[in-house]
Every structure is written in structure tokens, then in C-alpha cells.
């Protein structure tokens, strides 16, 4: 019974291709949307899942209860000793330091092979490998660590340092300052790891790369990259690990500081994905990208069913003599099943096709490693599995159970009316359900477009345009005043600032103010900005009231941003000029010679910080340089002649400011080029969908055209019988789509503290596109329609 059914199938299918062409693409478009996302929320929900004590890791965290409330994915660094030495609730604790853009280099003999090493390099405690499971391939895993000047490194960069030579033994220059001894060698790391660094150094040596992350008594800062994983014991809770860590802040905080800083356990499942501690992902993001798919299958389903009620008509006949021959309205429903579940088969097959053809496009954009081993990966069968079942009886359900209760008498005489056949209403919801998805997308499309336009045109209260940051890899005087000297000579350049970056930089050191002598620190962090003299002309940074800072190798003087002023509660720039300000716990103290306009020194999704600049060699990090871009090709070339001869030892690199900041909104891009992509498909699916349905009103309508041709109707009367149908099932699509896309956008724009406003001219924009797709769409069926012969129509059965 059912090859007679696959077999009959087959030929309705090879009998209509254009009907069976517009539902296996329609159907594969929906399926191959639904693949990729559900491959890439696995790969987002598989991080760091493959620990066997996953239950059981969890990160130390740090949270500021101030004038709001921060936070940070690192800890100061005694914190770990601290918990470890004071508290028996961990089974296991480690510290582990991480430093990126590392300089690896290979000392054999006379030749010094060298590599940068972007991820960076880990000082980490032995502990930190039996807390989370990284394999040990080579070495002694209770030791590998444990003395100074040790290594271990990944079979990838084994491989990539030594060739086929056996690592061990083996000595790296890290940043060219100390030799390590490689005791260790790892397996690759997953790709579904938050953990990047592939070469880890024994913790002892960190001291020697900064005595203050190293000194188990600076509990005064955070530096970002110090962090602290734990293996509770079995019988402990978090709750009680968290108590004790409230604990070591009373004991190891005085003051305001006691209700300022808190400490807590972040389970390791919440690590990937707690944007409030730097979390790669946003669950808020793989809820969207899982309704989207539902949506967009939805959306091919609703055409199955359109074009399926559009031919029942033609095979009412066959219908009719099959019941009377005998067949039960179940076999008839099975039937029509069976030919969906073909072509849902065929569209399954196409859209793994698409979905790989899609995923280098996924990876590149999101930076993963995704990949469809279809045989090897079960979940995925199984995904495919309850699409097929989901799709062939969502899409064969209704059409089968129409034709199942065709009365075989007027079938057979042609008598079939549009109440045997369903009736319309329903095809008109189904429509409007597409619709309203599609102006949804299409409205979050311009919103998202318009939020990035904003951040790109906005003053930033600082120029980012035609400014190369030059690094300076190390802290040498006489070579960074060489470099500028030379770079300042160069044909092209405007001007130039030794600094530590730019004013919107992403790396940000914030601490503790105190103005103008007063009992305690105020409530609030300020910023600090290492630049020479030249930094406010480099970038264009206006100065509202005093003097410019004086050139300086040390702390001599400050300038200060208008938030500053608002922040103490003052009324005018003036009040502070001449006034003292210490920071970094009163250490560091020097009078304040002006007030700068404010800038924006993070992304849009924060608020400008009180700012402070200052000069201080020590914390030269880069040589900012502004140019003119006519010859800008011939400019950079000279930049990286003087950079190599300077610092030799080094690799060179450069960034311009304005691409360095593109990067604070990464998120947004991926998230503007994937809903662009998804509307595009839910737009093409849905104008599928048009199609169908004025198939369905051409027949339907057929006699009725060609009477009102002879009585004398025109081509545009006639065309806006099917212009008046679709302008009213668009208007209610609009009716519905729009508040609903306008709280999604609104959600959207609130991590956002600087943006725009979602006018009437976004909704207007979107109705105005989906009218001119559904003009498009339904254009060339209806002028087909109403240019038929009405002859040929009248005559019609």
C-alpha cells in the first residue's frame, strides 16, 4: 500500500513541477535555516560541557556595589590563596594569569624562529588541569608545573614550533625575556572552549612579569585578565562557598570598601554565556535564532498548504473516482501524506545541501568551528527526523483532510464549490502569518541597520578617522622617542601622541578618586588615560576650560572630563581647576589644570565614564599617529621600515582607531548580517506564498474574469480584484507585525545607552517594502489572469 502511494506520489509531482518546485525550495529553505541554527545553538550550548566535574567548577567573579553596580569576570589575584588557605569548601583551587599577543620564540643554535602568538600565554597553578580536563599527552601531570621556568604547550604548536621533534625538553623565549623548558605537552583544545591560550607557564614566574598581579596583597585592583577557577567539594553548596568569600572581604577590605566589593561563584555553564562577565554569547540571541527557524519552517508550511488547496481542485476528478472504486477517506488522506512526506524527503535532502554550503559563511562570521557530520552525530538525526514528522503533517494534515471529504458525485460532475475545498479564510490567515513574520524581520532589519549607522556617524567627541596605533612592545624611553621622532619625519603625517591607547580603546584601567582632600573616596570609579601633551590635538579633543597638561615623564598635573564635574555635583568647569585630585588610593596625587569636553571612551552600551588624563612614560603602551590618507599606502610602508629597526626583535603590527572601535559592536554586525539573511529567506518564502494563493483566486476566479471581460471590464479593474485581497491581508499583517517588532527592537535598544529612536519611519519604510515584494509577486500571475482569452475562460470546466 504505502509504494502505491509513493508511486502515485511521484507521478503528481513529475505530472506539476512547478507546483512541486515551489514546495520542495520553499520547504528546503525553512529546513536549511532550521539545520544551521540548531547546529549552531548546540555548538553555543556544548561549551565546556565535556569536564567531568562540570557540575562542580565555578569561576571566582567580582561585582562593585557602588553608584552602580560593575562587574568583572577577574578577581585581584590573593583572592584564590586567600579561599584556598582560610576555607575548606574547595576540593581544588587555581590561579591562572593570562597575557595576549605573546612573542614565542625558538632559540636553536643560530637561528631564532619567531611567532606571535595572539591568544597570549597562562600563568597557571598546577590545580588549574584537575579542575577542568584538559589532557596531558606527554609529561608528568603531578609535576609538569610546579617549577619555575616551565611549560607546557598544545600538540598543535608542538607541532608547529618543533615539526615531527619531540617537544620535551625543548626551550621557548617568551617575549623574548625568559627561557621555559617545555615539561608538558597537551592535546589540542575543543573548539567549544572558552579557555584560548595553548601555552601555559608555571605561576611562579609570573612575578617576574608583574610583581603587583603576583604580590599576595593587592587586593586595591583587578587586572582583567587574573582569574581564579575552584572545584567545590561534593557536599558543599555555593551558597556556602559565597559566604565565605563575603568573609575575606571584611577581613581584607576597611571602610567603604567593605559594602563596595563583593565576590561570588559563577557556575561553569553560565560562563559562555553571561554577557555581564564577558560572556562569548547571549542566550536572549539563540532564543531568537530558535524562534526564527521555527518561523521561517512555519512559513514554508503555510505555501505547502496555499498551493495544496489551489490544485485540489484539479484533482477533485481523481478523487471522485477513487471513492467510487471504493477508496475510504482514510486511504485518501494517507495518500496525500505519503506524496508530502516525498517531498518533504526531497526538501530534507536540499536543505543539507544549503546548510553546508551555509556554514563556512556561519563560521567565518561568528568565528566557530561548526560542523554537519550528519552520520556521526545523533542529535541531529534525530532534529531531522522530528522536522520531517513535524512538516509532513503540519503542511499535509489540512489539504489531506480536504480531499479525504470530497464528495465523489459533484467531483465527478464538477459541481465543487469554494466551501468543499476549505474555503479561503484560512488560507488568508495563513498569509497573513507569513507576512507578519516577514515585516517583523524586515522592521528589526532597519532598526538594527539604523542603531549601527548611528554608531558609526555619531560624534564621538574625539576624531577616530585616519589614526594608525602604533605599538610599543616594550617600555624603553630612548626607543619610544626614537620611533616618534622618525614617524613624526615621515611624509604624511599630521600629528602624533605617545599614549596608552586611544580615548575609546577597550582596554580601560579604572580606579578610586578622591577630590580636593575630602574625608573618603567618592562613590564612583574614574578612568585613567595615559597620554603625553600632543594626545588632545592628535584626536581632537576639545579642552572647555583651563590649560592643556605640560610635558612630563611622570604624574605631574591632570585633566579631567566634564562627567567628572557632573559626578561631584558641581556647576562649572572652573571650580576644579587648580584643585586637587588623588587616585589609586590616594598614591598618586597632582592638582587638576583642565577640563576636556566629554568623549565616549566605551561602546554605546555604556555610559561615559569620569575621566581623567595624564602623562606618565611608564604606561606608554602605543604611538597613536594621525595621517593623511591620500598617501596613506606609501605612509604606512615607512611606519613599519622605522618600527622593524627600532624594535627588531619584535613582530610589527598596526590598527587604525576607527576599526578598533568597530570591533565594540561585533555582536550587532553578526546579529545585522544573520537578520538580514533570515528576512531575505522569510520574504522569498513568503512571496512563494502570494504566488500560491493567487494561483488558488486565478482559478477560483476564472469564469468570473471572463464574464467581466465581455461585459467590458478593464485590465486594472480586473487586477484590482486581486490588488484589493492582498492590500487588505498586507495592512492586517502590518496591524499585527508592528507592536510586536517594536517591543523585540525595544528589548533590543535597552543594552544600548546611547541610541536611536524607533520612529514612525521604520514602520513606514517596512510596509513600503513588503507592498512593493507582494507587487512584484503577484504582479505576473494576476496580468496572466486578466489578459486571458475570455473565450477560453467562459468555456472552462
Not at 160 to 167: Q, S
Not at 620 to 646: C, D, G, H, P
Request: glycine share 6%; net charge positive.
Amino acid at each position: 500500500m504505502i509504494r502505491n502511494y509513493l508511486k502515485i506520489g511521484w507521478r503528481n509531482l513529475t505530472r506539476n513541477k512547478s507546483y512541486a518546485f515551489i514546495n520542495i525550495f520553499g520547504l528546503s529553505l525553512g529546513i536549511a535555516c532550521s539545520i544551521v541554527i540548531f547546529a549552531f545553538v548546540s555548538y553555543q550550548l556544548s561549551f565546556d560541557t565535556f569536564h567531568k566535574n562540570k557540575d562542580r567548577v565555578y569561576r571566582l567573579v567580582t561585582e562593585w556595589h557602588d553608584d552602580e553596580v560593575g562587574h568583572s569576570a577577574a578577581v585581584p589575584s590573593p583572592l584564590g590563596r586567600a579561599f584556598r588557605s582560610e576555607y575548606t569548601y574547595a576540593e581544588k583551587v587555581a590561579r591562572v594569569i593570562d597575557y595576549n599577543d605573546a612573542l614565542v620564540a625558538i632559540p636553536t643554535g643560530k637561528e631564532l624562529k619567531k611567532f606571535n602568538e595572539e591568544p597570549g600565554v597562562v600563568y597557571t597553578e598546577p590545580a588549574f588541569f584537575d579542575i577542568l580536563d584538559f589532557p596531558l599527552l606527554k609529561g608528568d601531570k603531578k609535576t609538569f608545573l610546579n617549577n619555575p621556568n616551565s611549560a607546557a604547550i598544545t600538540e598543535k604548536l608542538a607541532k608547529k614550533y618543533f615539526g615531527n621533534e619531540d617537544p620535551m625538553g625543548k626551550t621557548i623565549r617568551v617575549n623574548n625575556h625568559t627561557d621555559f623548558l617545555i615539561t608538558g605537552v597537551l592535546k589540542d583544545l575543543p573548539p567549544n572552549t572558552d579557555r584560548r591560550q595553548e601555552i601555559f607557564l608555571s605561576y611562579q614566574n609570573l612575578k617576574a612579569q608583574s610583581t603587583w598581579i603576583a604580590n599576595d596583597s593587592s587586593w586595591g585592583g583587578v587586572y582583567s585578565g587574573s582569574q581564579c577557577y575552584v572545584l567545590l567539594k561534593p557536599n558543599v553548596t555555593p551558597e556556602q562557598a559565597n559566604a565565605g568569600l563575603k568573609q575575606l572581604v571584611m577581613k581584607n577590605y576597611t571602610g567603604r570598601d567593605q559594602k563596595v566589593w563583593f565576590f561570588k561563584l559563577q557556575p561553569l555553564n553560565d560562563v559562555h554565556f553571561n554577557t555581564d562577565f564577558d560572556g562569548e554569547a547571549d542566550k536572549k540571541y539563540l532564543w531568537a535564532f530558535f524562534f526564527i527557524g521555527l518561523f521561517l519552517i512555519i512559513t514554508a508550511c503555510v505555501n505547502f498548504i496555499n498551493l495544496a488547496t489551489a490544485q485540489a481542485l484539479n484533482r477533485s476528478k481523481e478523487i471522485g473516482i477513487r471513492k467510487v472504486l471504493g477508496s475510504l477517506p482514510s486511504q485518501v488522506f494517507w495518500q496525500f501524506i505519503s506524496e508530502t512526506a516525498l517531498i518533504t524527503l526531497f526538501a530534507i535532502v536540499l536543505a543539507l545541501g544549503f546548510a553546508y554550503f551555509a556554514l563556512p559563511f556561519v563560521n567565518g562570521l561568528f568565528q566557530t568551528q561548526i560542523t554537519l557530520h550528519l552520520f556521526s552525530n545523533v542529535p541531529l538525526l534525530l532534529f531531522l527526523l522530528v522536522v520531517g514528522v513535524l512538516v509532513t503533517f503540519l503542511s499535509g494534515s489540512y489539504p489531506g483532510l480536504i480531499l479525504a471529504r470530497f464528495q465523489p458525485v459533484l467531483a465527478l460532475k464538477s459541481k465543487l464549490s469554494q466551501k468543499h475545498i476549505g474555503g479561503f479564510s484560512l488560507r488568508r490567515v495563513l498569509v497573513v502569518t507569513q507576512f507578519a513574520i516577514s515585516q517583523m524581520l524586515i522592521i528589526g532589519t532597519i532598526v538594527i541597520a539604523s542603531q549601527m549607522r548611528f554608531t558609526q556617524t555619531t560624534d564621538l567627541g574625539f576624531n577616530k578617522d585616519a589614526l594608525v596605533m602604533l605599538p610599543l612592545p616594550i617600555n624603553d624611553k630612548v626607543k619610544m622617542n626614537t620611533l616618534r621622532t622618525r614617524v613624526a619625519g615621515v611624509n604624511g603625517v599630521e600629528n602624533e601622541a605617545l599614549c596608552l591607547g586611544a580615548p575609546a580603546w577597550g582596554s580601560n584601567n579604572n580606579t578610586s578618586a578622591r577630590f580636593d582632600n575630602r574625608d573618603a573616596d567618592e562613590h564612583w570609579s574614574i578612568n585613567l588615560k595615559y597620554a603625553d601633551d600632543n594626545y588632545l590635538k592628535t584626536f581632537g579633543i576639545k579642552l572647555i576650560a583651563g590649560r592643556n597638561i605640560f610635558p612630563s615623564d611622570s604624574i605631574k598635573e591632570f585633566l579631567v572630563n566634564e562627567t567628572f564635574i557632573k559626578k561631584l555635583g558641581l556647576t562649572s568647569p572652573d571650580q576644579v581647576i587648580g584643585k586637587r585630585l588623588a587616585i589609586n588610593g590616594g598614591s598618586q596625587s597632582a592638582p587638576i589644570v583642565g577640563v576636556v569636553k566629554d568623549f565616549y571612551n566605551y561602546s554605546f552600551h555604556s555610559t561615559i565614564s569620569a575621566i581623567c588624563i595624564m602623562t606618565s612614560t611608564q604606561n606608554y603602551r602605543n604611538l597613536a599617529v594621525k595621517i593623511n590618507m591620500k598617501n596613506a599606502q606609501s605612509t604606512l610602508a615607512s611606519f613599519e621600515k622605522i618600527w622593524n629597526e627600532t624594535y627588531p626583535e619584535y613582530f610589527y603590527s598596526h590598527q587604525f582607531v576607527d576599526d578598533r572601535i568597530r570591533r565594540f559592536y561585533e555582536r550587532d554586525t553578526v546579529m545585522l548580517k544573520l537578520i538580514e539573511v533570515f528576512a531575505a529567506i522569510a520574504v522569498l518564502i513568503g512571496s512563494l506564498g502570494l504566488y500560491g494563493l493567487v494561483s488558488f483566486m486565478a482559478v477560483r476566479k476564472t469564469k468570473e474574469i471572463g464574464l467581466r471581460k465581455v461585459l467590458g471590464a478593464s485590465i486594472k479593474s480586473i487586477l484590482w480584484l486581486f490588488g484589493k485581497e492582498f492590500t487588505k491581508l498586507l495592512l492586517i499583517a502590518f496591524v499585527i507585525a508592528s507592536p510586536v517588532a517594536w517591543w523585540a527592537m525595544t528589548k533590543y535598544l535597552q543594552d544600548f545607552e546611547h541610541k536611536i529612536k524607533i520612529s514612525a519611519g521604520i514602520f513606514v519604510l517596512a510596509i513600503l517594502c513588503t507592498f512593493t515584494i507582494a507587487a512584484l509577486t503577484v504582479g505576473y500571475r494576476s496580468i496572466k489572469a486578466a489578459l486571458t482569452n475570455p473565450v477560453k475562460s467562459l468555456r472552462t470546466e
